[in-house]
């Protein structure tokens, strides 16, 4: 491949988030594409594709495997979804099929990039594939050496005073606050299941060796709770198109926690977590307000 196959958006997104080591990993993608591509004997079968954080290939393997070969800066986040690709070794995700823990680089089977679960019209029903995926994932028991929801939970609690005063409206104030009380009452419980982190609608596609199956993991280990807001917020600008947020909400939370086998309760508890911690990331890039579809969230699990 060459250095113009490498996408604007993916060079601006390393030159943005680590600098000067960004842009000198994008100056060597080119180089360390042809090196995995020889040396697991791939040859390419299709354009290059990319997103914000990886570069992926479409090959064909020796012996006529469709694979994908996806290529991303080592870092704490590639390294645990490696370590989390093994342990789930399929099992209703994308199967790794070679990697090479000193360049983060990763061999996949090849999915229908085309097609993801947002194709399918009809909620309930994309739900209820998404929780059945979610189910088989969580059931999953955490391995050693991944981050941990407990962790996590009281860094975040540390960051709530300071965040709370960045807000300017009272009420914004007053929900981030709940939410940090939520956690604190479930921080010394975090959980031990292995989470996905990120399973929302366009990484679930669809699939040969299974009708649909999921893809891009950030792996950590935790209570199933806090993995339950990426699949509340799906496809988010349709369900507001429609004006009934709240009850599409309440529907998704019960279909997942039904799946799951979740006391909705703590699930609940957990899910504030979760819009805490997106709340907190917003405020340190220089957020004062709560993300609208946060607030409506809080308000549809208000009585769950």
């Not at 399918?120 to 391995?143: E, F, K, N």
């Not at 990484?203 to 792996?219: F, T």
């Not at 699949?231 to 009934?244: Q, T």
């Amino acid at each position: 491949m060459t250095a113009d196959e490498v996408s604007p958006g993916l060079a601006a997104s390393y030159a943005t988030g680590f600098g000067e080591e960004g842009r000198a990993w994008i100056a060597e993608l080119p180089s360390l594409a042809a090196d995995m591509l020889e040396r697991w004997q791939l040859r390419r079968d299709g354009a290059v594709r990319s997103g914000q954080a990886s570069l992926v290939l479409p090959v064909l393997r020796l012996d006529g495997t469709h694979a994908v070969l996806r290529l991303q800066m080592p870092r704490e986040e590639t390294t645990a979804a490696l370590l989390g690709l093994r342990t789930w070794n399929g099992e209703g995700m994308v199967r790794l099929l070679d990697r090479d823990p000193a360049s983060s680089s990763m061999l996949l089977e090849r999915l229908d990039g085309a097609r993801t679960l947002a194709s399918i019209d009809d909620d309930d029903v994309a739900m209820d594939i998404l929780a059945g995926l979610h189910a088989r994932l969580v059931a999953v028991p955490s391995p050693p050496g991944l981050p941990g929801l407990g962790d996590i939970a009281a860094a975040m609690l540390e960051e709530v005073p300071q965040a709370v005063a960045r807000l300017t409206d009272p009420a914004d104030r007053g929900l981030l606050r709940g939410w940090a009380s939520a956690v604190a009452e479930l921080v010394d419980d975090p959980g031990d299941r292995l989470l996905h982190w990120d399973l929302h609608y366009d990484n679930v596609l669809a699939a040969q060796r299974e009708p649909w199956i999921a893809i891009d993991p950030e792996p950590l280990a935790g209570d199933p709770g806090f993995d339950l807001w990426p699949a509340l917020d799906s496809r988010w600008d349709d369900i507001v198109a429609k004006g009934e947020p709240l009850r599409v909400v309440r529907r998704r939370f019960d279909l997942l926690t039904d799946a799951l086998g979740l006391d909705r309760a703590r699930a609940a508890g957990w899910t504030r977590g979760r819009l805490l911690q997106n709340a907190l990331w917003d405020i340190e890039d220089g957020g004062t307000r709560l993300a609208p579809s946060a607030v409506a969230i809080a308000e549809a699990l208000r009585m769950r």
